[in-house]
């Protein structure tokens, strides 16, 4: 096995270990509470997250095993062994765990007969086609990135400024393609876009349509994340802050980018 296949198998199976700590978090609370909005939003975004890097490690075929037994994670069978629908959803995330358990098993085989005969792709960062802006992408995939990076490793202040901070810039950048004379109708303040306070941005982009509601679940901490900086103030970010930061963060992008 060759060192930069090694490091690539590496860096998946710190991706997975990350995504089966969110999945047994997401498992115990959903038995918990299963009618939980909140868990069950937050349960989509990771079977999203599961769905692309098991899309990787299939190499983008559906007929991979991995990416097979993906599918079928979310279907229930008869005693017949017919397919059903309806699996809750803690079932599900079990399920899941269950796949990616897979994929870490074969990922640890001492051989050349891991999951790469598939793919040798390193994951790929979310992409920010949406964004006018070109130059700013691929610092905003690189943020991304480092977000979930932080998460996964429990430096949740990290985690929960650097997505704060993609939500502040995507806002910004569709509300300067938007133009200051058509926010006018929509109550904006005066002056450049880029110096108006971050709750400001947020409602503007609302008003004028560019986001839904998402951003209404962003906690006080990540709402004042700027000011906590500028003034050198010590708060504390709990994992659920971040968490529900990095939530609205995905629920805002698919408002600017509808087709995504």
Known sequence: MTESLQAQIETYLGHLDGLELRGRQLRDALEADPSNASTITAARVWQ???????????????????????????????????ALEGAVPAEI??????????????LSRKDDGAIFS?????????????VHNIELR??????NTDSRTALEQGDYDVAMRTSCGILE???????????L????????????????PFEARLGVAERAGLIRGGCARLPEVARNYRDAELNGTKVTVSERDARIAGQVLNVVMRDLNPGR
Do not use: N, Y
């Open 118 to 130: 598939a793919s040798t792709a390193a994951p790929a960062p979310r992409r920010f086609d949406f």
């Open 48 to 82: 999203e997250d599961c769905g692309i890097t098991i899309h990787q490690l299939s190499g983008g075929s559906k007929a991979h095993w991995l990416a097979r037994s993906f599918s079928e994670a979310f279907l229930m069978r008869s005693a017949d062994g017919q």
């Open 138 to 143: 691929p610092v905003l995939e690189q943020a």
């Open 93 to 106: 995330v079990q399920r899941l765990l269950g796949v990616l358990a897979q994929a870490v098993a074969s």
């Open 169 to 179: 810039a995507i806002i910004t950048d569709a509300l300067e393609h938007k133009g």
């Open 181 to 196: 004379s058509a926010l006018a109708a929509w109550d904006a303040p005066q002056g450049k876009i880029a110096d108006w």
